[in-house]
């Protein structure tokens, strides 16, 4: 088992203590990109770091990103960045840090986050979250880092996605009329990385988009995303599902949900994105 410095995941979301007691360093890693355009979840998980190392301070050092708000403004280019961070609000029970990705004088990306102490084993007095049944891993498909058409999803080859069967996107055919947007599988870091809270922030947008399941052609750029961490996931397998509600006038929002090898539902996120279809004029 690698040391953790070794980890992809972790060096490509560490952050360096900057000028300011606030301001931090880091490169954006071209190995967690779709084409050339950094995966939203993977910034997410960056500044997630940035705040949690800026807004735990030493007397919650184990807090961890527990809510986030995120809002892109522009893709940033890949190599190194800035991220300025404002602790909002420091309670005795949660805190909220602000933390911007910054390239040159511009603002890129904009979030939000909410640290709190997260359980390890949680206790649902209520889940109305629709089950998830799949093939075992080995039974369902590994998605390949090239894409139809030739674009190179660099985070594929870090992670292992096994979709299930009927739900594979980037298919030949038009789609049938009642196909469902939904994708759904599992997922894991190839170098045996376990999850943790942090990774999780990562795990939300490390999936295809729904609407690919529709036929929706090329990328899809999010606008804004929101995620819930709730729970530290246990080592294994994480099972994920993301689902379009409602796609109309170029805009679609998708819904995710992760469940742990325990079947815990351990993060939830929600993002609004644009997309195209062949047949869209203009």
């Known amino acids: 088992m690698p040391t953790p410095a070794a980890h992809f995941f972790d060096a490509a979301t560490a952050v360096r203590r900057s000028t300011g ?15 050339d355009k950094p995966n939203g979840g993977y910034l997410q998980a960056l500044l997630g770091r940035a705040a949690r190392t800026s807004g735990g301070g030493e007397d919650h050092p184990e807090w961890e990103v527990a809510a986030a708000a995120v809002t892109f403004l522009r893709p940033p280019a890949v190599g190194q960045a800035g991220i300025r961070t404002e602790l909002l609000r420091r309670g005795r029970s949660a805190s909220q840090v602000r933390a911007v990705l910054t390239q040159g004088a511009q603002d890129l990306v904009d979030a939000v986050f909410v640290l709190a102490d997260l359980p390890v084993s949680p206790v649902p007095r209520y889940d109305a ?25 660099g985070f594929m080859d870090t992670t292992e996605l096994r979709l ?6 980037f298919g030949e055919s038009p789609p049938a009329v009642d196909t469902p947007a939904e994708i759904r599988g599992w997922t894991r870091f190839c170098d045996g990385r376990p999850p943790d809270a942090l990774s999780l922030l990562f795990t939300v ?46 805009v679609v929002d998708g819904t995710c949900v992760v469940w742990d090898s325990r079947g815990h539902v351990v993060a939830q996120s929600t993002q609004l994105a644009r997309l195209r279809f062949p047949d869209d004029s203009g």
């Open 205 to 250: 947008d490390a999936i295809p988009p729904p609407t690919h399941m529709i036929g929706s052609s090329g990328w899809v750029p999010t606008l804004q995303m929101s995620t819930y961490v709730r729970a530290r996931p246990e080592p294994g397998w994480l099972q994920i599902r993301i689902s379009a509600n409602v796609v109309a006038d170029g």
């Open 164 to 169: 299930d069967p009927t739900a594979i996107p």
């Open 21 to 35: 007691r606030d301001l931090f360093e880091a490169d954006v890693d071209p190995g967690w990109a779709v084409g």
């Open 129 to 153: 979250t629709p089950p998830l049944s799949l093939p075992e891993p080995e039974d369902c498909v590994r998605l390949p880092p090239q894409l139809p058409g030739g674009t190179h999803v």
